[in-house]
Structures are given as structure tokens and as C-alpha cells.
């Protein structure tokens, strides 16, 4: 048959080539942008004549996707493409809409194929950015961790804990832990003279209790 119009003489601004596949008789009419981007001429093709502008390593997804069509499903894929005379490679995505006849069998499919070769490459420009910034990160952080130290903000940090031993707390005369005995502040001295004889003596014996803490 006749290739279907389906995206009109706008189809080279969008690079975008119509195509029906014709399975009975195993041709395939197509478009002229369908023919500019493969690098074929003819409006009707057979299916080995296309088949030789398919990347190899995209053939096992094309007749996945076939399959699938084939099957009552709808037939899209991207795949590439090898220009047959410059070798040049396009990425394409193709879409396509299975018709069976009375008896259920795929008879007809009618599609349409997108050229996204720029948009393919400009994603993989995209992607090598963001991978050159990730490791420029990745070595900045290393290299600051290896010369500055990142200094701890936990409440613990602004307030350590003292490692010295609570101070004695006088009672009777003898030190003492605890709170302040008889009335008396935190650390007060016997109510006595510290320029006496018994007051030295009591400051002696209040010392030597601090050297040696409780007993």
C-alpha cells in the first residue's frame, strides 16, 4: 500500500518519519523522511533491506518488540541506526500500532519513527558533567577531611565533664562530701582562728585528709 501521511510535510522540521508495514507481503512503505534518516531510497522496502541499517546490538529488541505487537500489544522501542554509506550512527524511537484482520492476525502495522539522536547525546554530555562534578566533590571532601578538623558540636563538647574529684565539704572539723554541714557554705573552715596553734594544726589535718581522701 501507500505510506499513510501520519505526520503530515512537518515530519522533516520534526525529524520524524511515518512508515506501514504490510506483513503479508512483507514490505514496508515509508516516508521521505523515513528515507532521508535511514539513508535508503524507495517508498516501498523490503524488511532485509531495512534490517541492514539496524544496529546489531539493538536486532534482539526490535524482535522483542515485534513480539509484543504481535501479541496484541503495541510496538515501541529506541534502537539505533547505521547510515549505510556514512556509518554514522542515530538513535531512533519508534512507535507503532498493530491492525489484525477478521481472523486475529496481525496483518498491517502502521508507525512512525523519531529521530532523538541529539537529545541522546546531549543526555550524555549531561550525565559526564554531573559524573566530572561528582568526583571533583568526592576529592575536595577528601582533602579537606585529610587537613581540617571538623570540630564537635555536641553539648558535651562545650561542657566537659571535670575529671577532678567533687570538692571535700568540711564538717566537724573533718572534710567531707556531700552538702555543707551545720548551716555552714560549701567549703567553709572551722569556725576557729587560723593563726592559733590548734588552727594550724587543724589546717594541717584538714590537708593531709585532702591528700588522702576518705578513708
Do not use: N
Not at 80 to 106: A, M, N, Q, S
Amino acid at each position: 500500500g501507500v505510506c499513510l501521511p501520519i505526520v503530515g510535510p512537518g515530519g522533516s522540521l520534526a525529524h520524524l518519519g511515518s512508515w506501514e508495514w504490510d506483513v503479508a507481503a512483507d514490505v514496508c512503505a515509508v516516508s521521505e523522511e523515513w528515507q532521508h534518516m535511514h539513508g535508503l531510497v524507495g517508498d516501498h522496502l523490503s524488511t532485509d533491506e531495512i534490517a541492514l541499517t539496524c544496529h546489531e546490538d539493538d536486532r534482539p529488541a526490535l524482535r522483542a518488540a515485534l513480539a509484543e505487537a504481535a501479541a496484541g500489544g503495541l510496538y515501541r522501542v529506541d534502537h539505533r541506526i547505521v547510515h549505510p554509506k556514512t556509518r554514522k550512527v542515530r538513535h531512533l524511537r519508534t512507535y507503532g500500532e498493530p491492525v489484525f484482520d477478521v481472523e486475529g492476525r496481525l496483518d498491517t502495522m502502521i508507525g512512525a519513527s523519531l529521530d532523538v539522536t541529539e537529545r541522546v547525546q546531549a543526555d550524555a554530555v549531561l550525565l559526564e558533567r554531573e559524573e566530572r562534578l561528582r568526583r571533583a566533590l568526592r576529592d575536595t571532601v577528601a582533602a579537606l577531611g585529610a587537613t581540617v578538623t571538623i570540630p564537635d558540636t555536641s553539648p558535651a563538647a562545650h561542657h566537659p565533664r571535670d575529671p577532678r574529684p567533687a570538692p571535700r565539704r568540711w564538717r566537724r572539723g573533718r572534710p567531707t562530701r556531700g552538702r555543707a554541714a551545720r548551716g555552714r557554705p560549701c567549703g567553709a573552715m572551722p569556725a576557729r582562728g587560723l593563726g592559733s596553734a590548734s588552727g594550724r594544726r587543724a589546717m594541717r589535718s584538714a590537708l593531709r585528709a585532702l591528700v588522702r581522701g576518705p578513708a
